[in-house]
Nanobody
């Protein structure tokens, strides 16, 4: 019902920038919010940023505030994560996550395949 295709990961030096993209294909339901999570080796997956689709509200974990920006292209149902001033501790697999609401106001979460971001010191 929902497909998420991520792109944009890679290797960058500390202080550099990367922009991740996640294109959502939603066949049934309404896109309610899109999120970015990340998982570093040996650590649990953690929330990074969120954007709610109807009002453009955004939320970030403290460690990325001022450095990362989540945005969207509504026409393309695509969410972006612009990452600036990258640090080695940002190294992780980044996952896109979509919250889709059905006609009964039930939300279901879908995950992208993940994209590797590696920041060298």
């Amino acid at each position: 019902q929902v497909q998420l295709v991520e792109s944009g990961g890679g290797l960058v030096q500390a202080g550099g920038s990367l922009k991740l993209s996640c294109a959502a294909s939603v066949r049934t339901g309404t896109l309610y919010a899109m999120n970015w999570f990340r998982q570093a080796p040996g650590k649990e997956r953690e929330f990074v940023a969120r954007l709610t689709w109807n009002d453009d509200n955004t939320y970030y974990i403290e460690s990325v505030k001022g450095r990362f920006t989540i945005s969207r292209d509504n026409a393309k149902s695509t969410v972006y994560l612009q990452m600036n001033s990258l640090k080695p501790e940002d190294t992780a697999v980044y996952y896109c996550n979509a919250e889709v609401r059905d006609a009964f106001a039930v939300d279901t979460r879908y995950w992208g395949q993940g994209t590797q971001v590696t920041v060298s010191a």
